[in-house]
């Protein structure tokens, strides 16, 4: 249990147009989701639009997968963080493993996402986490180290990290609850190093392959304060099932189980 308050974020991926957006949106807004945890849905970007209508006046954020770190220019195929706040985003993932290795990301290009994204008012999730060549070799703590250098230029007040261990997304093997808390201890210092105690009040999520069944028990570790879903955010019943262990995590409720 923490003082800071859960968080629970659906990243989409390249996962519902807008016919599937808001189809899985209203089954998401007829759950009674607890008004103790912080939700966000990121779908992609097209959209964000139909999504921003559906959930006006609703508890749930929006975020973008992705953001450019300029206002405008001739960068093909890229959104400017003034068209996301534009149609009601709030939130946006930056540094995705999957941005990092199928498309270039560097630390250096998603610190500059990020940067520019604050500057323009959103809420940034930023991603980073280790491969299993490099756990494997005992590099866990030397890459979150190097990763995590950008966040200390960003503005802890509107920063959100997420420790998603590269082996662990969307191959249904999850970190231990043990070595989900080492990384996010570790992390949480290097936060306190960067920020001295505006770290206490940074939210540091685990992703990689949370599920209803086990995200109570990962939820449960001190510096755990949420989680950033993949694949179970794609269907209503399993997130807000997440979103609930959330919620009796928050309670202090050690007895709860999914069911
Ligand atoms: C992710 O894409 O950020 C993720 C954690 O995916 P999954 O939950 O499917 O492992």
Known sequence: MTDRRYLVAGNWKMHNGVADTSALLERLLAEKLPGTVDAVVCPPFVSLPAAAMLLAGSEIGLGAQNVHWEAKGAFTGEIAPGMLTEIGVRWVIVGHSERRSYFGETDETAGKRAAAAQAAGLEVIFCLGETLEQRDAGETLAVLERQSAVLGDLDPAHLVVAYEPVWAIGTGR??????????????????????????????????????????????????????????????????????????????????????
């Open 174 to 259: 999850t970190a231990s609850p043990e070595q989900a808390q080492e990384a996010h201890a570790f992390l949480r210092q290097r936060l306190e190093a960067a920020f001295g105690g505006a770290a206490a009040g940074i939210r540091i999520l685990y992703g990689g392959s949370v599920k209803p069944q086990n995200a109570a028990v990962l939820f449960g570790q001190p510096d755990v304060d949420g989680g950033l879903i993949g694949g179970a955010s794609l269907d209503a019943r399993s997130f807000s099932d997440i979103i609930r262990a959330a919620a009796s995590c928050a309670a202090g409720d050690e007895q709860w189980q999914y069911s």
